[in-house]
């Protein structure tokens, strides 16, 4: 039945794609319903969860494909509810929805969601500029379940047209020869280099991470290589989980996938998924920077060696295995730069040639039965990541949707400009800490629309551009992968090399420290984000910010110590001070 079932929500989103225009209330409310079996059956760790999670899944899908039967009916209702039995339905979806985030990604979420939900009920009796004037219960409800607001908003579209067919091409290519093949081409580029194990790790994980676009299962894949071979060649354990965070950190930074954040930014922006892209990628780079060149300052002090002669590949197994995502990867681009086909449907071309790799090995053989174990793995890895992704961004658009409703994003954006003065720099700064409190909690992509929806407004009417704020307040919101005291990619680092966390997090910070200064870079140096507008001055800003950021890194790991503050000083000019002085 798994399998079955995989196959069937591979097919629904891949079919969207060739079927031309589907009502937006049958679409999603069917992509919620096909999540529901991998969040309550599949993935519960306990008989207990099982039967408890009979319930919810089937009351869950039937209301699902109850609204996606009645859509037509319901679109003429403008989201008001007009008998018990769709408050009935209503209620079900919201609890369902609620019961599976919190399968999915534990409590904080679905608590931020039923908070949201109290204050849309209930916030009429706050007094004060933060209630509100009360909302009918029908029309609240129903704008959240039946109506293209709430759980089928824009944000679930996204997860619906864009996220699912990205994961499916990320678990199609990971189940083949292309999975192998990150690692190789990262052995052969980096592992016969001073820390080349720890290289081998950046690189393997930028690329991984780019199609994965998840912290935790960056740390997973690729660290169950990297880990033992930086420990086997003596590296400390904690800087060996330490690297392995920090660039797994990376990989939702690195375009294309962004964690779903860079197609979750097409919707709020109003911009092109290729800008986006283009905007993205120098500032990603710039990490991966900061990261080599604070391994080059381990290396130096601890003697780092390279990878072991053995354990590097060959130029013929780096070359074939590199072409089973190459291959997929040039159709990706092709499509989308070149042809200009639409991301989806550039992605749903590669995901058809990937499907197809997979029926060879590395010796360049054709093996059908090893080709429909992959695609079986694929398919089922594809449809309960779809299925969490899909759980988080629901319960993400019920905050939304009440933000919307009772006008209480408009309330805290003016809090946030007063409380900052009308200054962008301490408004930056309660940002910055809104979205690391609330990332510590909740998933990056989920953390990033929250506080994008709340302070994205204040920080626009402060003067900076809709991409500037967006991409500063989606790296902040992945602060909480290596900062204390929640870090979850530390925490699995960690946890597989059997080090103490909070070592490997200390490790971790001054690592990846790009990650807490080159969002304050794009905001002093706004050309860095103009790569296709001002290719020049991106450039520019782009080596500026790169010698400032080698500085800072060196200056926190290398010796002697005589140095340190005058790279860390000077670094720092150059990221933020300099530019806008010449500028000026």
Wanted: net charge neutral; glycine share 10%.
């Amino acid at each position: 039945m798994k399998l079955a079932l995989a196959a069937v929500l591979v097919a629904f989103h891949l079919g969207l794609i060739f079927s031309g225009l589907v009502p937006n209330l049958i679409s999603r409310p069917l992509h919620m319903a096909l999540a529901l079996p991998w969040v309550f059956l599949f993935t519960a760790k306990t008989p207990t969860s099982i039967w408890t999670g009979w319930p919810f899944m089937i009351t869950g899908m039937a209301a699902c494909g109850w609204v996606a039967l009645n859509h037509a009916t319901l679109i003429d209702q403008y989201g008001f509810l007009e008998s018990s039995f769709q408050r009935v339905v209503a209620a079900a979806l919201l609890i369902t929805v609620l019961e599976a985030a919190r399968r999915a990604i534990s409590w904080p979420l679905p608590c931020v969601a039923l908070l949201a939900l109290t204050y849309g009920l209930w916030g009429q009796y706050i007094p004060g500029e933060f209630g509100h004037s009360g909302l009918p219960l029908d029309s609240f409800l129903g704008t959240l379940t039946i109506a293209e607001g709430g759980l089928w908003g824009s944000l679930t579209g996204v997860s619906v047209s864009v996220v699912a067919i990205f994961v499916i091409l990320g678990a199609v290519l990971n189940s083949g020869e292309a999975g192998k093949g990150f690692m190789n081409l990262a052995a052969s580029a980096a592992g016969r280099l001073n820390g080349g194990a720890a290289k081998v790790s950046v690189i393997s994980s930028a690329l991984f991470g780019s199609i994965s676009g998840s912290a935790s299962a960056n740390v997973a894949s690729t660290g169950a290589i990297t880990l033992p071979a930086m420990t086997k060649l003596g590296y400390p354990k904690r800087l060996a989980a330490a690297v392995e965070a920090v660039a797994s950190s990376g990989g939702q930074i690195m375009p294309p996938l962004m964690g779903a954040g860079a197609f979750v930014m097409v919707e709020l922006t109003g911009m092109s998924y290729p800008s986006i892209m283009a905007a993205a990628i120098l500032p990603a780079i710039l990490y991966f920077l900061a990261v080599w060149v604070g391994i080059n300052a381990h290396a130096s002090v601890l003697d780092l060696k390279s990878l072991d002669a053995a354990d590097q590949p060959t130029w013929r197994e780096t070359i074939i295995s590199t072409g089973f995502f190459m291959v997929p990867f040039g159709v990706l681009l092709w499509c989308m730069f070149v042809a200009s086909y639409t991301p989806q449907y550039a992605a749903t071309l590669a995901i058809l040639t990937a499907a197809l790799l997979l029926f060879a090995d590395a010796a360049l053989q054709i093996r059908p039965q090893q080709g429909l174990a992959r695609l079986e793995e694929a398919l089922v890895t594809a449809a309960s990541q779809v299925a969490v992704i899909a759980s988080i961004i629901l319960c993400a658009s019920i905050i939304i949707g009440v933000l919307s409703l009772t006008g209480l994003g408009v309330k805290i954006t003016s809090l946030i400009l007063s409380g900052a003065g009308g200054l962008l720099w301490p408004s930056l700064f309660l940002t910055a800490l809104a979205c690391l409190i609330l990332g510590m909690e909740i998933p990056t992509t989920a953390a990033y629309v929250i506080c994008v929806s709340v302070a994205g407004p204040a920080l626009t009417q402060l003067g900076l551009e809709p991409l500037q704020s967006h991409l500063f307040v989606f790296w902040f919101a992945l602060l909480s992968t290596i900062t204390p005291p929640v870090c979850g990619a530390v925490f699995i680092a960690a946890g597989m090399i059997g080090e103490n966390w909070l070592k490997v997090a200390a490790s971790a910070m001054a690592l990846g420290i790009g990650l807490y200064i080159i969002p304050l870079g794009m905001i002093a140096n706004p050309a860095l984000l103009k790569l296709t507008q001002e290719p020049v001055a991106a450039i520019a800003a782009f080596v500026q910010i790169g010698i400032g950021l080698s500085m800072v890194s060196y200056g926190l790991i290398g010796r002697p110590a005589a140095w340190k503050r005058v790279l860390l000083c000077t670094g720092g000019l150059l990221i933020i001070f300099i530019r806008p002085l010449l500028a000026a």
